[in-house]
């Protein structure tokens, strides 16, 4: 019995013979899958690896929830990273544990960006004080 050559068009899956026989849709049992483009998808994943690591940049390792809270406040008007414990903030201002107005320190060069920060900083204590405080009121 002479064989007869199956062919096949891309994105089709060639028919069993018992597939045949019993079923004449065997073909299209399954859906059409459309070209991927290998690129474009290792850029995702190379994109989503670096978007994960700036988000993990952005937690500080072994500090209080409060340090985390004032870096997150400052993170969203200015740009801020962690250097071990301590906050820098503009790549200018450091400002260390308890992360108080008067633990903030720069470069004599920078002393705008430093009052900049100072001003920044006192805001966003005051406004987590106040958060805290009704935060606490209305759990009484």
Request: proline share 7%.
């Amino acid at each position: 019995m002479p064989t007869t050559p199956v062919t096949t068009t891309p994105n089709t899956i060639p028919p069993t013979p018992d597939a045949a026989s019993n079923n004449a849709n065997a073909t299209n049992a399954f859906p059409r899958i459309g070209y991927v483009q290998l690129d474009k998808l290792q850029q995702r994943g190379i994109q989503a690896y670096k978007d994960t690591q700036c988000q993990l940049a952005r937690i500080g390792d072994g500090v209080t929830q409060e340090a985390q809270e004032i870096f997150d406040a400052l993170s969203k008007t200015l740009p801020c990273r962690w250097a071990k414990d301590t906050i820098v903030v503009l790549d200018e201002v450091a400002i260390t544990p308890p992360y108080n107005v008067e633990n903030c320190r720069a470069n004599s060069n920078a002393a705008g960006s430093l009052e900049r920060v100072k001003k920044v900083l006192e805001g966003e204590k005051r406004r987590l004080a106040s958060v805290r405080r009704q935060g606490s009121a209305a759990s009484v």
